[in-house]
Nanobody
């Protein structure tokens, strides 16, 4: 099975930056696409960003486009989410997940099969 461990969350001021990491183990990392999702207090899980197996294709939610950047380093079995210009609305638990279709950049939760435990991001106003 695939195991995913997120890190890098924390408390940051409005306008600040954080970089999240998601380290994978258990399978060949480059064989799947990756996605980031988040769940804000009192809300359902929502899509944030996705990246294909080789990083050639990315897709972002409108709410983070231009502020967040998803990337991956297959040699390190790690996917990243660079978050800039953070807003209080970005406060959420952030999850990474695997998509077994390597070329895809899906926004649908049903496309993903393994999920990390989540890391808390809090943006203070």
């Amino acid at each position: 099975q695939v195991q995913l461990v997120e890190s890098g969350g924390g408390l940051v001021q409005t306008g600040g930056s954080l970089k999240l990491s998601c380290a994978a183990s258990g399978r060949t990392f480059s064989n799947y696409a990756m996605g980031w999702f988040r769940r804000a207090p009192g809300k359902e899980r929502e899509f944030v960003a996705a990246i294909s197996w080789n990083g050639g294709n990315t897709y972002y939610a409108d709410s983070v486009k231009g502020r967040f950047t998803i990337s991956r380093d297959n040699a390190k079995n790690t996917v990243y989410l660079q978050m800039n210009s953070l807003k209080p609305e970005d406060t959420a638990v952030y999850y990474c997940a695997t998509d077994p279709v390597p070329w895809r950049t899906s926004r649908a939760t049903s496309s993903y099969d393994y999920w990390g435990q989540g890391t808390q991001v809090t943006v203070s106003s």
